[in-house]
């Protein structure tokens, strides 16, 4: 499994709006339409789909 990054500024406002903290959450794959997450300490992944302005 990949490794995951540390979300930048503006994917940590995107997390905080679903209801996550952004310091347990890394940033495995991060497209147009979705972003791809998980979790630091249990490993759990998540996608969740971007916004639509």
Request: proline residues 6%.
């Given at each position: 499994?990949?490794?995951?990054?540390?979300?930048?500024?503006?994917?940590?406002?995107?997390?905080?709006?679903?209801r996550?903290?952004?310091?347990?959450?890394?940033?495995?794959?991060?497209?147009?339409?979705?972003?791809?997450?998980?979790?630091?300490?249990?490993?759990?992944?998540?996608?969740?789909?971007?916004?639509?302005?």
């Amino acid at each position: 499994m990949k490794h995951g990054k540390a979300p930048t500024r503006a994917q940590k406002i995107m997390l905080a709006g679903y209801r996550l903290d952004p310091g347990n959450w890394l940033i495995i794959k991060d497209t147009s339409t979705e972003t791809v997450i998980q979790h630091r300490h249990t490993g759990t992944v998540r996608t969740i789909p971007k916004w639509r302005d």
